[in-house]
């Protein structure tokens, strides 16, 4: 059974920092690429930052340079080290292997 678990979210004021983490269960976690996805209040679930197995990275335009995402594949994990936050990073955030499979996510609130 699939499992994916996030974490580290909360709440910060504008300019905070947050670790978000993600574990996986019952993948080959290796040899999947990964990615964080946001849900803001009313919003659709989209992209912020994607890793291939070869760890190259992708990021949306909003979070470029304020973001970072890794992954450490002897813990099947995947991070989301995210600096200079701001309000509209506000959402639900999810990691996903497939963009069908998801976990309940982890709440980040932004305060300003």
């Known amino acids: 059974q699939v499992q994916l678990v996030e974490s580290g979210g909360g709440l910060v004021q504008a300019g905070g920092s947050l670790r978000l983490s993600c574990t996986t269960s019952?993948?080959?976690?290796?040899?999947?690429?990964m990615g964080w996805y946001r849900q803001g209040p009313g919003d659709q679930r989209d992209m912020v930052a994607s890793?291939?197995?070869?760890?190259?990275?992708n990021y949306a335009d909003s979070v470029k340079g304020r973001f970072t995402i890794s992954r450490d594949n002897a813990k099947n994990s995947v991070y989301l080290q995210m600096n200079s936050l701001k309000p509209e990073d506000t959402g639900v955030y999810y990691c996903?292997?497939?963009?069908?499979?998801w976990g309940r996510g982890t709440q980040v609130t932004v305060s300003s």
């Open positions: 996903t292997y497939d963009r069908r499979t």
């Open positions: 019952g993948i080959i976690f290796r040899t999947n690429n």
């Open positions: 890793i291939t197995i070869t760890g190259r990275s």
